[in-house]
């Protein structure tokens, strides 16, 4: 495709059309990633023949095109993304000074678990309010404190969404580093939420135990360590004397086998999750091989939220479903060789979702990705509310 440029009359500037510039803009209005990227796309179809266009011929487009696939709201909040508003400008506690971003503070009101919908309603109102008041300037804590009033005033929010708010923002000034465990079966999406709360909290430290797993196969020969070079699912079958075992017993040969991985991948568990908590670095570790027995050789640190989460998909043929498509999605995964060894998999999800039964760790089940995202976020605050007991003004004083 030819390279269009996009001319701002008022900036007197051209920029190059982006299609990830216009993708964003059409998420904030409201739009599922899949489908701002299709409207994006038909978008930059449309122009492939123009070698410039301004950037109100562009925004008309991009309204006319919605008006005819989305509803009327989408239209009125992509509209809204270009009025005018004033230019607040917020002071940090740190010292800093930004200009208030709607969409920044959006994103912040998502990670209590807001739909995009209640969060632009609440983002509204303080903007109404900034207008009003005809604010240049004001501190982080006032619009951290107008979100808490707007949210409890809201009919559909309410007292009890505000208070997740609440002990969210006291966790966020505190400084305190988040461990975030995800486990599961292979195939159940870890990775793939793994990246969205990453995104979602601005967490730049992620690790999976899979990649620990292919370190040490490059440092310990198989002949030395044959479980480690296995699968998680198939580890049983490097243990000794398996002959003697009745095929009954499938399920515990499964596990066994990945006791016997999870032992092996401890230590260097340990260290990463050490090393975050040592540093006060938030953390996102996924993958197969996190256990409650990982979890138990963590130091224990009132000053780190340690939350661990199971997801689980709870049929088998969404599971059979979601690893051929990731073996679609990404040839090199071999989601073959995972569906000659589905019945393992699913063996060992059972027993993954009955430790965590045990073990009383949440488990979450993986359908929806942004609801699922949102679940594991009410499930950290369930967290962190359990000893807090602050009052509005105490937090935003």
Not at 34 to 48: C, G
Not at 349 to 370: C, M, Y
Request: with cysteine; aromatic share 6%.
């Amino acid at each position: 495709m030819a390279k269009i440029l996009i001319e701002d009359p008022d900036e007197n500037t051209q920029v190059p059309f982006l299609r990830g510039i216009l993708t964003r803009s059409l998420q904030n209005a409201g739009l599922a990633f899949e489908e701002a990227y299709n409207v994006a796309s038909d978008i930059r179809r449309d122009l492939d023949d123009e070698a410039l266009i301004t950037t109100h011929e562009l925004r008309d487009r991009v309204i006319k095109q919605l008006k005819t696939t989305c509803s009327a709201k989408v239209v009125e909040r992509y509209e809204s993304q270009g009025a005018a508003v004033t230019a607040t400008r917020v002071e940090h506690a740190d010292g800093r000074v930004t200009t208030f971003s709607a969409d920044l503070h959006r994103r912040r009101l998502e990670t209590i678990g807001l739909t995009h919908e209640e969060s632009f309603g609440v983002i509204t109102k303080i903007q109404q309010y900034l207008v009003d008041k005809q604010l240049t300037s004001t501190t982080s804590q006032n619009i951290a404190h107008l979100s808490y009033r707007y949210l409890h005033q809201a009919p559909e929010l309410g007292p009890a969404v505000a208070r997740r708010w609440l002990v969210w923002v006291d966790f966020l000034r505190s400084g305190r580093p988040l461990i975030l465990l995800i486990g599961g079966t292979s195939g159940c999406g870890k990775s793939t939420i793994a990246t969205a709360l990453a995104n979602q909290l601005e967490i730049v430290r992620t690790q999976s135990t899979d990649m620990l797993r292919e370190v040490m196969r490059t440092m310990i020969s198989k002949r030395l360590l044959p479980v480690l070079h296995q699968s998680s699912f198939s580890a049983w079958e490097a243990l000794p004397l398996q002959e003697g075992r009745l095929t009954e017993d499938q399920e515990l040969l499964v596990a066994d086998g990945f006791l016997a991985q999870v032992e092996l991948l401890s230590v260097a568990s340990e260290a990463v999750i050490e090393r975050a908590i040592r540093e006060r670095v938030s953390l996102i570790f996924e993958g197969v091989h996190i256990h409650q027995s990982m979890v138990d050789k963590i130091p224990r640190d009132t000053d780190v939220l340690i939350a661990p989460i199971m997801l689980a998909v709870l049929k088998r043929k969404d599971l059979k479903e979601r690893i051929r498509g990731r073996g679609t999605r990404a040839p090199e995964r071999r989601s073959e060789r995972y569906l000659e060894h589905f019945d393992e998999i699913w063996q060992l999800q059972s027993f993954l979702l009955s430790e965590a039964d045990r073990t009383k760790t949440p488990i979450i089940v993986n359908g929806d990705r942004d609801k699922v995202v949102r679940e594991i976020m009410r499930t950290v605050i369930d967290m962190l509310s359990k000893d807090f007991a602050l009052t509005p003004e105490e937090v935003f004083r």
